[in-house]
């Protein structure tokens, strides 16, 4: 449980550093353009209205990055309760958020889930303690039966005459009552009541195993949508429009949006990125074994 909360942290950790740091790249953008802009004005080739929008636009992603860097800070002091100690220095976090899908067929992952999952192989433990308890009390209602055999010299115990002689034979007690059949019926009982709580566990993990490969299927699914090739369109996309504008061709409003479509763009990935993490520490949690190495 604790190790799968601090890897969702960890993720969560991941994530603001990447949106924080393509914000922070946007930011750079655009004050690059105000400065353009702002020698454009002086020479009187486009209006004021122009150079203030780009200013706001610059002001704008500041006024972001500042919330985003408060979100991180509050999520950091979640990180040092976990580590047991407040860290005073800067911390880079590193891992890779693209991690490989770990498989792709779900009955397999059941079956390794049944032999594997805690709460599983702990009814199947009650299920054995329950037949050694049955097994105990079947050998207590057992008869004790016992061998008799002897030889028996008379003569050598009076001096008349006597005779010797060999015997055997065998000691049964009477069963006057159902000697113990209470306890092996108990026994009985348990042993149904444990094997329906088995067949309750299996039932319960294959359920929150489901619930969760399905969700996680989805996410996986959406996040092949963000391919390397349409990042660089987004890329191509701001950069033409940066230099069409600067050409005379395209208005500033046109430049503002394909930036913050280009934003947006890498900010969803990252945060599908996150989902996909979170998504397969639920599913390592839900099958009990651990799917993900950042």
Known sequence: FFRAEAAMLYAEILVNQLVIERMNLSLEQLEQLTEVNEILFEVGEIG???LLQTRLEAHKFKTEIFDLRVDYNEILTELFIYMGAWQTDSLIFIGD???PRPMDNFDVLLERTIEERTDVLLAMQEIELADLDIRLA???RRPDIAIIAGYHNEAALRPGPGFGAVYTGFRMPLMFSGFNRGELQIAQYRREQVSLGLDLVKLEAESELRES????????SKK????EEILSNAERVRDAAVFSYQSGEISLLEVLEAQRTLNEIY???YETLGQYAEALIDLSRASGMWLIEF
């Open 213 to 220: 490969w399905n969700r996680f299927d989805l996410i996986a």
């Open 224 to 227: 092949q949508i963000f391919s």
């Open 267 to 269: 900010v969803s990935y």
């Open 97 to 99: 958020l693209d991690v």
């Open 48 to 50: 004021e209205i122009d």
């Open 138 to 140: 079947q050998a207590e």
